[in-house]
């Protein structure tokens, strides 16, 4: 008889262990893509909207909710669900029709960083995950969930989220907002605002730089943090002209 791991609300660690398997045989197949807050950040949506073939402006168009809650200090894009039965318009018979570019918190379920250090169990009614034998560590899970990527960028974002002056500078409103959304949610805007418009009439850019930032979104998006700390901080990151 195989060990059972109890999953409790204890704080697990890369090699901690937990149990819990996940496939389209369990009966609650599909139930966690309905009625759930998924927050996205800038990586999440530079890969949907890829995925989905549309521009990041039609992405935030037609799917996210921007929020601005002041207890946050920044907006934040909610993903919108269908309003007939609100599950997630990505939702198939099949699973997830963006599987290989879902967000963040969809790869990251039913795990999630604990405050301080760590990873804490997050258990739904619904979810049969939980009921099966299988155990394993945190740090496989997370391996085949694919997550570096997101958190490596989120990371780097992070930078502008947590910068010791944010709460000096007005994020919700006004031009700080803009520069916030272009910056963080709005790649391909970005991406013309750089190349299209006077943007490298005030700042110098190196020729390497914007080749890959023309043809990278994970060194947009680093670009942009640059960007943004330098207008928004008043920090040296960007050469002005
Ligand atoms: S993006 Fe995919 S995995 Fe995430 S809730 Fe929607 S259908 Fe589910
Ligand atoms: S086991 Fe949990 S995570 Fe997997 S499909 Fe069912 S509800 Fe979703």
């Not at 999953?7 to 819990?20: H, I, Q, V, W, Y």
């Not at 496939?23 to 599909?30: S, V």
């Not at 979810?127 to 960028?153: I, N, P, T, Y």
Request: with cysteine; aromatic share 10%.
């Amino acid at each position: 008889m195989s060990a059972v791991i109890e999953n409790s609300p204890r704080t697990l660690s890369e090699s901690g262990e937990f149990r819990f398997s996940c496939g389209r045989e369990l009966a609650c197949f599909n139930k966690c893509c309905r009625d759930v807050n998924i927050y996205l950040t800038p990586i999440d949506i530079a890969l949907m909207r890829r995925a989905l073939g549309i521009s990041s402006g039609e992405l935030l168009k037609t799917h996210v909710i921007p929020l601005f809650p002041k207890a946050i200090g920044h907006p934040v894009m909610l993903l919108k669900m269908r309003k007939s039965d609100k599950s997630c318009p990505f939702t198939t018979d099949n699973g997830c029709r963006i599987y290989n570019a879902r967000p963040w918190s969809c790869r990251s379920f039913p795990l999630e960083p604990a405050d301080g250090e760590g990873f804490s169990i997050v258990k739904r009614d619904f979810c049969l995950g939980f009921d099966g034998e299988h155990v394993q560590k945190v740090s496989d899970w997370r391996d085949g969930q694919d997550m570096k990527l997101h958190e490596a960028v989120n990371n780097i974002w992070s930078s502008v989220t947590q910068h010791p002056a944010v709460d000096r500078v007005n994020l919700l409103d006004g031009p700080g907002r803009d520069v916030f959304f272009i910056g963080s949610y709005n790649p391909d805007e970005f991406r013309s605002m750089i190349f299209n418009s006077g943007f490298l009439n005030h700042f110098s850019v190196d020729e390497e730089t914007l080749r890959r930032v023309r043809e990278d979104d994970i060194e947009l998006i680093g670009f942009g943090v640059k960007w943004m700390r330098t207008v928004l901080f008043g920090e040296n990151m960007l050469a002005r002209r």
